[in-house]
């Protein structure tokens, strides 16, 4: 390959956070980081991670939801390498209402849903931040969902913290340029990871889901390795506050036929 080329996708030395990289979707873009050469640091809260341990990838613990261990985390790896690069706010949850749950139960819900999913990514931007500005520069990158714009029922507090993921990326976008730190989002569509195997587990709920997408087939962890690289590096140096939809075309799907029709 051309030499320009590489250097451009290049994440060589870059020092690389992706939080809820137990397992699943950070799991999947934490191992592809670490093949394009950045020294990563997956975390979770699990006490190891679901995956074997490749050249430049480590397992961290950290509990998102409290700020001052990602905070520690940020400091620690600033100590030992000199830069922090990129940030992936992968950490997520979903928690589906039941008809029987009551006011005090979608509180409660509401809360612990918009805490991980939208107070955690603003906590890691914040304190990951001032250690990209002191290494020149750096990378936000925030897992949002296809229901940052679109509805599904009976979680309406996922939806709020997706949509409001999706806006504060904009918002932090305008106010870390001048440090040079980038901050996208990347929305992906029907995954198959532990948070929907309940769906593509179950025949129906899976071909329902299905019939939505462009790309006829599930999407895997993998497939955001090639979103977050080009978000990462030199490569989308003139990028910044914007969504990539990875999500076999959910989105962008104006009537649903059978994916394999004309
Ligand atoms: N799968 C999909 O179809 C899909 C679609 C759109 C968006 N997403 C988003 O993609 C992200 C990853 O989802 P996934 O499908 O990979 O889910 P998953 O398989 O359930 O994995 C979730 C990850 O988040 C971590 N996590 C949860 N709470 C945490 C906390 N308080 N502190 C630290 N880590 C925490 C989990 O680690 P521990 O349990 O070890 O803490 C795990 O590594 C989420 O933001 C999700 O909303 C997923």
């Not at 996922?158 to 340029?177: N, Q, S």
């Amino acid at each position: 390959m051309n030499s320009y080329i590489e250097q451009l996708f290049s994440l060589q030395d870059r020092v690389a956070i992706v939080t809820g990289a137990s397992r699943g979707i950070g799991a999947g873009i934490a191992k592809g980081l670490a093949q394009a050469g950045a020294k990563t640091y997956g975390t979770g809260r699990s006490e190891k991670p679901e995956w074997e341990s490749i050249e430049n990838l480590h397992y961290k613990r950290c509990d998102v939801s409290k700020a001052q261990e990602i905070l520690k985390l940020c400091q620690e790896l600033y100590e030992e390498h000199g830069r922090l690069d990129i940030l992936v706010n992968a950490a997520g949850i979903t928690l589906p209402l039941k008809d029987t749950d009551t006011l005090e139960e979608r509180l409660t819900n509401f809360d612990r849903t918009i805490e991980v999913d939208l107070r955690a990514p603003y906590a890691g931007s914040m304190a990951a931040a001032p250690y990209m500005a002191k290494s020149g520069g750096g990378s936000i990158i925030n897992i949002t969902s296809i229901n940052s714009i679109v509805g599904f029922p009976g979680n309406p507090g996922y939806v709020a913290a997706k949509g409001g993921l999706r806006l504060m990326t904009k918002g932090l976008a305008m106010d870390l340029i001048k440090d040079n730190i980038r901050v996208n989002n990347i929305a992906p569509g029907y995954i198959e990871t532990s948070m929907t195997k309940a769906s593509f587990s179950n025949p129906e709920t899976y071909e329902q889901r299905l019939r939505h997408m462009i790309v006829p087939r599930w999407g895997q962890p993998e497939d955001l390795v090639g979103a977050t690289i080009y978000l990462a590096s030199d490569a989308s140096a003139y990028v910044t506050g914007q969504d990539i939809f990875v999500d076999g075309g959910w989105t962008a799907k104006g009537m649903i036929v059978t994916p394999y029709s004309s």
